[in-house]
């Protein structure tokens, strides 16, 4: 998950970079960080906690220069240590740099032993202080082959942004799993986003997403940037989760709306809906623009009857089970006028442990609905991903050795469907690839 961002040749680097991630919040919660070079040197702010914690206005007035990036924390690799926040920097015989990451590294522990072998001293747990540690100890010249390097020693899912007292660099691995996207401040400045959803906030104008196995790199007071392609076997795969669950829906990710796409997996489980119903009822906020489609197709009536608390906070990205047990009550409150005696349907994204949809339709019992079915706008997630998505392990996985039926009456519902992976790979479009591992177990990267 997490969030990424960089700006260069701005004069206002550090409040862009704090509005950017302030629109990315949604990947990320556990901290928050930025690194801004003034020309001689890199400065770093970075503390546990959501973006307005973080920063302030006397914060940000202390972070001066024209080249910033940024990063919002949600913890796959790693800890909950401050030590884990990123940006990562250090001071290296070429001068300062700093690195953000969204994505995990598959050879991390690998690399990091040898690391450790050759005398290099880690003060994270993370697999983004690995590229830190290559970059410093490669016998190339240049930065840009430096870094080119350590991409070509590190196995995994990743959108890298780096920054050297003069310069930016943008990369993405070879398979583009995790999103990151270019475009144009009005002041002629350049950013590099997570999501496109950022560039609407700071009124920048989108220019191209970046390529698979492709860096771009930016230097202070050019209106230019260089492309190389790191990698020139490249195999797109663009994480079927991005659409699914992670970005916002306003966001266009390679090329295509997430809120269109989420409506077309509403409207493709809304064909395989067999109950009668009184409405359609989302799972607020990530089920909603599936329910659109879902009740349009069916020409339901669409009821927002249960109301989510916004200052709560997203329970999958929270770090323990018991603060995701609480946090359902606390963050979705069914609303009993409308739902007492009814027959509906619930839409939500995803199954993953299938505590909180158990949770969902006892509030809704609770509430005096008659009859609840509940309707998946994805397919089964029954393998662990590995890429960047808070899913570790297959015993957390409900679907991973269970039927669903037994899902079913585990949770409670009267009847419960999900898209297959054709009818999730038709709703995102046939033209292209998508890691799909949370689904058929395909470990591509290797």
């Given at each position: 998950m997490c969030a990424v961002v960089g700006v260069i040749n701005s004069k206002n680097a550090s409040t862009i970079a704090y509005y950017a991630l302030f629109a990315m919040q949604h990947r990320g919660q556990e901290a928050s960080g930025i690194s801004v070079?003034?020309?001689?040197?890199?400065?770093?702010?970075?503390?546990?906690?959501?973006?307005?914690?973080?920063?302030?206005?006397?914060?940000?007035?202390?972070?001066?220069g024209n080249l910033a990036i940024g990063h919002n924390r949600y913890s796959t690799a790693g800890?909950?240590?401050?030590?884990?926040?990123?940006?990562?920097?250090?001071?290296?015989?070429?001068?300062?740099?700093?690195?953000?990451?969204?994505?995990n590294l598959i050879n991390k522990e690998e690399i990091r032993k040898e690391l450790i072998e050759n005398g290099a001293i880690f003060h994270s747990n993370m697999d983004t202080e690995n590229v830190i540690h290559l970059i410093a100890r490669s016998k190339q010249k240049k930065l840009k082959d430096k870094f080119i390097e350590a991409l070509k020693l590190s196995k995994g899912a990743?959108?890298?942004?780096?920054?050297?007292?003069?310069?930016?660099?943008?990369?993405?691995?070879?398979?583009?799993?995790r999103p990151l996207s270019l475009a144009r401040l009005k002041?002629?400045?350049?950013?590099?986003?997570?999501?496109?959803?950022?560039?609407?906030?700071?009124?920048?104008?989108?220019?191209?997403?970046?390529?698979?196995?492709?860096?771009?790199?930016?230097?202070?007071?050019?209106?230019?940037?260089?492309?190389?392609?790191?990698?020139?076997?490249?195999?797109p795969r663009i994480c079927a989760f991005e659409y699914i669950y992670l970005?916002?829906?306003?966001?266009?990710?390679?090329?295509?709306?997430?809120y269109e796409v989420r409506k077309k997996m509403g409207e493709n489980l809304a064909k395989k809906f067999k109950e009668k119903v009184d409405f359609v009822v989302p799972v607020p906020d990530s089920g909603v623009s599936a329910a659109i489609g879902f009740a349009s197709y069916l020409n339901l009536p669409l009821e927002m009857a249960i109301v989510r608390n916004h200052y709560v906070g997203r329970t999958f990205i929270?770090?323990?089970?018991?603060?995701?047990?609480?946090?359902?009550?606390l963050k979705l409150n069914?609303?009993?006028?409308?739902?007492?005696?009814?027959?509906?349907v619930v839409i939500d994204d995803s199954i993953v442990r299938g505590t909180t949809s158990k949770k969902i339709i006892s509030l809704l019992r609770q509430a005096g609905v008659r009859k609840i079915h509940l309707a998946i706008a994805c397919a089964q997630i029954k393998f662990p991903d590995v890429y960047g998505i808070d899913t570790p392990t297959f015993k957390e996985l409900i679907l991973a050795d269970k039927s669903i039926e037994?899902?079913?009456?585990?949770?409670?519902?009267?009847?419960?469907?999900?898209?297959?992976?054709?009818?999730?790979?038709?709703?995102?479009?046939?033209?292209?690839?998508y890691s799909l591992v949370s689904f058929n177990g395909d470990y591509f990267i290797k």
């Open positions: 070079s003034n020309g001689e040197n890199i400065k770093t702010h970075k503390a546990k906690g959501k973006v307005d914690e973080v920063f302030n206005t006397q914060i940000l007035s202390q972070l001066q800890s909950l240590s401050l030590h884990d926040a990123q940006p990562v920097s250090a001071t290296c015989s070429f001068g300062d740099i700093a690195l953000v990451h969204n994505g990743y959108s890298f942004i780096l920054a050297s007292k003069n310069q930016l660099f943008a990369a993405r691995d070879p398979y583009g799993v002041d002629g400045g350049f950013v590099i986003a997570s999501e496109t959803c950022a560039f609407d906030l700071i009124e920048a104008e989108f220019i191209r997403d970046v390529k698979a196995g492709e860096m771009l790199i930016f230097t202070e007071g050019k209106d230019e940037f260089e492309s190389i392609q790191v990698f020139e076997e490249t195999n970005s916002r829906p306003d966001s266009v990710i390679e090329g295509k709306s997430v929270e770090p323990s089970q018991e603060l995701r047990n609480f946090k359902v009550k069914p609303m009993k006028e409308i739902l007492k005696g009814k027959d509906i037994e899902v079913r009456e585990f949770i409670d519902a009267d009847s419960l469907i999900f898209l297959d992976t054709c009818e999730l790979i038709a709703s995102m479009g046939k033209e292209r690839e």
